[in-house]
Each structure stands twice: as structure tokens, then as C-alpha cells.
């Protein structure tokens, strides 16, 4: 059973840091890797960012590039998120997500709140 947990969300200042965590348990480690997407009420969930197992590749989303960095250890199955530079748009639930034998599992999400 594909399980992720999420962890690290909060409440900090505009500028402000937050590590997200997300611990995965019950796949194995192919070629998706994981990622982080985010999620703010009435709008899609968007891509923020990804790495693979294999090869450390990452990708990022345009608004978060030079901000945040995605970061895994893959013998824990854990990949963690450190965003820095908070700004008040990067308010959201935050969801990682695995992929494995052809399906998506989501983590139940942490909240980010960026606010003065």
C-alpha cells in the first residue's frame, strides 16, 4: 500500500523559510521519482517542482525557480522541499506526489501560509 505523509508546512512571514517533508512507504523506487504540487481554493493543483530516483534530475516551476530546491534521499524514500524567499503568492496546500505501476498517489497535503 502506497502511503505519503507530508509534513512541514506552517505559518511564516513574506521572505520567511519553510522545509516540507514527505515520506514515502510501500512502493518502489522507479523512474518517476516525486514530486511537489500545490493547491490554493478555486484553482487547479500546479507543478512546483520534481526529482527523480535515479540521476538526482530536477525540474522546477518557472514562479519558484532560484527559490525553492527539491531535494530526496532515496534510501529513507523521503524528498524534502526547501523553500526560501516565501512570498505571499506561495500560499497553498502543498501535495507531493509518486508514481508507481502506472498510478498517482498523493500525500494528504500540508499548508503553507505566507502572511505579514
Known amino acids: 500500500q502506497v502511503q505519503l505523509v507530508e509534513s512541514g508546512g506552517g505559518l511564516v512571514q513574506p521572505g520567511g523559510s519553510l522545509r516540507l517533508s514527505c515520506v514515502g512507504s510501500?512502493?518502489?523506487?522507479?523512474?518517476?521519482?516525486m514530486a511537489w504540487y500545490r493547491q490554493v481554493p478555486g484553482k487547479e493543483r500546479e507543478f512546483v517542482a520534481s526529482i527523480k530516483w535515479s540521476g538526482g534530475d530536477t525540474l522546477y516551476a518557472d514562479s519558484v525557480k532560484g527559490r525553492f530546491t527539491i531535494s530526496g534521499d532515496n534510501a529513507k524514500k523521503t524528498v524534502y522541499l526547501q523553500m526560501n524567499s516565501l512570498k505571499f503568492e506561495d500560499t497553498a496546500v502543498y501535495y507531493c506526489k509518486t508514481r508507481d505501476s502506472g498510478f498517482d498517489y498523493w500525500g494528504q497535503g500540508t499548508q503553507v501560509t505566507v502572511s505579514s
Open positions: 510501500g512502493f518502489s523506487l522507479g523512474n518517476y521519482g
